[in-house]
């Protein structure tokens, strides 16, 4: 199985802010199968990207998804209020992990 | 629009069983994979099992392999998760989930999610 770990736990940022997400596999995720989800407080997650880098449908361009291999990284370039939340990332190149989540937080 | 309605949640004592079901509509339902994934309060996301479109391929994780049993009927645009033997461990939020490409060979990402239903093993 392929473990996913997020870092850091938290990030705590001002709107505005540049958010730097990191999610590390525990082996090579093949052709970058990997999925970055938002959850907010009682609801469901929300995909915003696939295959690393491509956004789902309606996700704003300050979402951006990098990496290949075991390293892969979720980007906001400017925080907006509602884009504070927990997200994971998702890997599905063999059956299918979540990482453990980094909660972005208001500074 | 896609929806995702599931049911069948509640209170269940351990070693007991439970039948979930997820309604789906706005989608060719027949086209697409299905997943069930579970959130345990306050706890992260953990994939439960998925099934192809034509139930030709299914899995599950470790954690639920002989104990759970994941089915699809087509014609009511339905999907099922059968959990017999719960441990108070299964507590949590279950959310079934739309696999985000057609056909193919899942798991891929998930697209879709229904609000979940939450299902309590206690005595």
């Known amino acids: 199985e392929i473990v996913l770990t997020q870092s850091p736990g938290t990030l705590s940022l001002s709107p505005g802010e540049r958010a730097t997400l990191s999610c590390r596999a525990s082996?090579?995720?093949?052709?970058?199968?990997l999925a970055w989800y938002q959850q907010k407080p009682g609801q469901a997650p929300r995909l915003l990207i696939y295959g690393a880098s491509s956004r789902a449908t309606g996700i704003p361009d300050r979402f951006s998804g990098s990496g290949s291999g075991t390293d892969f990284t979720l980007t906001i370039s400017r925080l907006e209020p509602e884009d504070f939340a927990v997200y994971y990332c998702q890997q599905y190149g063999s059956s299918s992990t979540f990482g453990g989540g980094t909660k972005v937080e208001i500074k | 629009e896609v929806q995702l309605v599931e049911s069948g949640g509640g209170l269940v004592q351990p070693g007991r069983s439970l039948r979930l079901s997820c309604a789906a509509s706005g989608f060719t339902f027949d086209d697409y994979a299905m997943h069930w994934v579970r959130q345990a309060p306050g706890k992260g996301l953990e994939w439960v099992s998925g099934?192809?479109?034509?139930?030709?391929?299914?899995g599950y994780a470790d954690s639920v392999k002989g104990r759970f049993t994941i089915s699809r009927d087509n014609a009511k645009n339905s999907l099922y998760l059968q959990m017999n033997s719960l441990r108070a461990e299964d507590t949590a939020l279950y959310y079934c989930?739309?696999?985000?490409?057609?056909?193919?060979?899942?798991?891929?990402?998930?697209?879709?999610w229904g609000q979940g239903t939450l299902v309590t093993v206690s005595s």
């Open positions: 082996q090579s995720v093949s052709s970058s199968y």
């Open positions: 099934i192809s479109w034509n139930s030709g391929s299914i």
């Open positions: 989930a739309k696999d985000g490409v057609s056909g193919g060979s899942p798991p891929y990402y998930f697209d879709y």
